[in-house]
């Protein structure tokens, strides 16, 4: 069983950055494909980034490319989604999400969610 708790959200102006954190309960951390997803309301849950278990292999949405950063310290347990010239568009609850040999972008393929951290950009 892995915990995963999302940290960072917040409230931030259109333009401005915040930096998401989400902190993994297991020792095996360096051995799980991680993922961010997003979910608006009404809107299904949506894809972001993800990193290979390595943290040498990246994807993005095409919405972001260019805009977020996916990051993880696998000594820290910990993966990272730095998010940049954020738009009202980028509103919603952010979750982390973990698996062992996914690294997609299917949200179905991950085994363990955490509870998730708002963020809403002001416009």
């Known amino acids: 069983q892995v915990q995963l708790v999302e940290s960072g959200g917040g409230l931030v102006q259109a333009g401005g950055s915040l930096r998401l954190s989400c902190a993994a309960s297991t020792r095996a951390f360096s051995g799980y494909d991680m993922g961010w997803f997003r979910q608006a309301p009404g809107k299904e849950r949506e894809f972001v980034a993800t990193?290979?278990?390595?943290?040498?292999?990246?994807l993005y949405a095409d919405s972001v490319k260019g805009r977020f950063t996916i990051s993880r310290d696998n000594a820290k347990n910990a993966v990272f989604l730095q998010m940049n010239n954020l738009k009202p568009e980028d509103t919603a609850a952010y979750y982390c999400?973990?698996?062992?040999?996914?690294?997609?972008?299917?949200?179905?393929?991950?085994?363990?969610w955490g509870q998730g951290t708002q963020v809403t950009v002001s416009s």
């Open positions: 990193i290979h278990r390595s943290g040498g292999r990246t």
């Open positions: 999400a973990a698996g062992l040999s996914v690294y997609s972008n299917y949200a179905g393929s991950y085994d363990y």
